[in-house]
């Protein structure tokens, strides 16, 4: 298998910028996604990096290291509404198993 | 467009209980599949198929059983429920090309007694 690994929690401020990192196994990649979940729904599409770099979108952007097996999203100008959990994904070699890391549950405190 | 919808939202059953749980979506995606989520473990795969008549176990199979005959409908069967079949259960499905992003249904909550 795969193994995904995130913080378990994280605390910022309204306004503030919070980077939340992924960590993955570099073999069989073939894409790296980011998904946010509200409680009790369910996860939505964030971002997803196929290349090294940095893809912007928003107030969103994610960063994708192939060699490092890492990632991260950097939320800018939070806001409340931004409490919620986040979930890297990566899929298998054939992009038919996704498998998920645990997800970072990020509380904005005004 | 409804997207991905499941049905019931919630459900509490009896150990030994079996039950489907359905999934539809109206976007022809020819990938769907069903995970189950559990506090502090994520998301973890249980089936999944590329297509109708086509198949997959995942991570967490055993106790599931899945079908596909048409690419609309991916119904999730559990044979005799257990009390570590207690989760939230989520169908998604995609298109197998692009970005493969999943869209997810709302979920189902079942509780095993």
């Known amino acids: 298998g795969q193994n995904i690994d995130q913080p378990t929690e994280m605390t910022a401020t309204e306004g503030a910028i919070v980077q939340i990192n992924c960590t993955y196994q570099?073999?069989?990649?073939?894409?790296l996604f980011w998904y946010q979940q509200h409680a009790g729904e369910a996860p939505t599409f964030l971002s997803y990096?196929?290349?090294?770099g940095l893809e912007e979108k928003g107030r969103f952007s994610s960063f994708l290291s192939r060699s490092k097996g890492y990632s991260y999203l950097l939320l800018k100008e939070l806001q409340m509404k931004d409490s919620a959990s986040y979930l890297c994904?990566?899929?298998?070699?054939?992009?038919?198993?996704?498998?998920f890391g645990p997800g970072t549950r990020l509380s904005v405190l005004p | 467009n409804a997207g991905v919808t499941q049905t019931p939202k919630f459900q509490v059953l009896k150990t030994g209980q079996s039950m489907t749980l359905q999934c539809a979506q109206d976007?022809?995606?020819?990938?769907m599949s069903w995970y189950r989520q559990d506090p502090g473990m994520g998301l973890r795969l249980i089936h999944y198929?590329?297509?109708?008549?086509?198949?997959d176990q995942g991570e967490v199979p055993n106790g599931y059983n899945v079908s596909r005959s048409t690419t609309e409908d991916f119904p999730l069967r559990l044979l005799s429920a257990a009390p570590s079949q207690t989760s939230v259960y989520f169908c998604?499905?995609?298109?197998?090309?692009?970005?493969?992003?999943?869209?997810f249904g709302p979920g189902t909550r079942l509780t095993v007694l």
């Open positions: 990096n196929v290349l090294d």
């Open positions: 998604a499905s995609r298109t197998g090309t692009g970005t493969h992003e999943q869209f």
């Open positions: 198929s590329v297509g109708a008549g086509i198949t």
């Open positions: 570099t073999s069989g990649f073939n894409g």
């Open positions: 976007m022809n995606h020819e990938y």
């Open positions: 994904a990566n899929p298998d070699n054939y992009g038919q198993n996704f498998v």
